[in-house]
């Protein structure tokens, strides 16, 4: 077993030498580059750092869209058979895809669901399912709302990754920008089937995308 036994330090903060002993042998030594040390540290601290990130996105990511599939099985509970329903089923079958592949994120990055997945899987198919009951136009008024802010939060991380290193996060990239632009197509759809001539339009739009802050906030950190 060796044992350190002293330590002496030359041109300080860069380097020194260690000395250490195994029982019954002559006192050894070898250098450490403290320099090299310290970057160690430094580079660990930043992987650290941007894992802590990464887990982050793909953590309210997952959330996000496990929330809007509940939003839209809400909706098509309600509304599944007027002449809307088909528009729904379309916009619903795309968000099934965008949580496959943030599912298939969370296992291979090994990152923790939030533990508010019980919630949003009663809110969201409360929220779908309130808003049909105020027919097509309520839907897709919380159509428009909830889009608009899943769009803004993605805009906000791809930012954040072109900022940090585009090359290396290519792939989340894409997947986040591809999900960013059904997301802006539903928001258009919704626009289009007459969303801002629903009851209280500006109220409930308000209200709906203060709730989706407050579920991105909160996703992202327990």
């Known amino acids: ?33 403290i320099t090299t040390v310290r970057l160690c540290r430094a580079s660990n601290l930043v992987d650290n750092e941007e894992k802590a990130v990464l887990d982050r996105i793909i953590r309210v990511d997952h959330a996000g869209e496990y929330g809007a599939n509940r939003i839209y099985a ?5 509304l599944g058979r007027s002449t809307v329903g088909p528009i729904i089923q379309h916009m619903w079958d795309q968000e099934k895809e965008h949580l496959k592949k943030f599912s298939e994120l969370m296992v291979s990055h090994r990152v923790r669901p939030t533990v508010l997945m019980p919630l ?21 008024a919380c159509t428009v709302a909830v889009e608009a802010s899943i769009s803004e939060h993605f805009n906000s991380q791809i930012r ?39 009851p209280g339009y500006f109220l409930l739009k308000n209200a709906i995308q203060l709730g989706c802050r407050a579920a991105i906030f909160l996703s992202e950190r327990v």
Do not use: Y
């Open 1 to 33: 077993m060796a044992r350190v036994v002293g330590i002496s330090f030359r041109t300080l903060g860069l380097s020194s030498r260690v000395f250490h002993r195994r029982q019954g042998e002559k006192l050894q030594s070898f250098h450490v580059n």
């Open 160 to 198: 954040t990754l072109m900022e940090s290193d585009p090359e290396k996060h290519r792939a989340l990239l894409q997947t986040i920008k591809k999900c960013r632009d059904d997301e802006l197509e539903h928001h258009d759809t919704g626009l289009e089937h007459d969303a801002e001539l629903a």
């Open 120 to 140: 949003w899987n009663v809110a969201g198919f409360a929220l779908g399912a309130g808003t049909a009951l105020l027919g097509k136009k309520g839907a897709m």
């Open 74 to 78: 809400g909706q098509m509970a309600v």
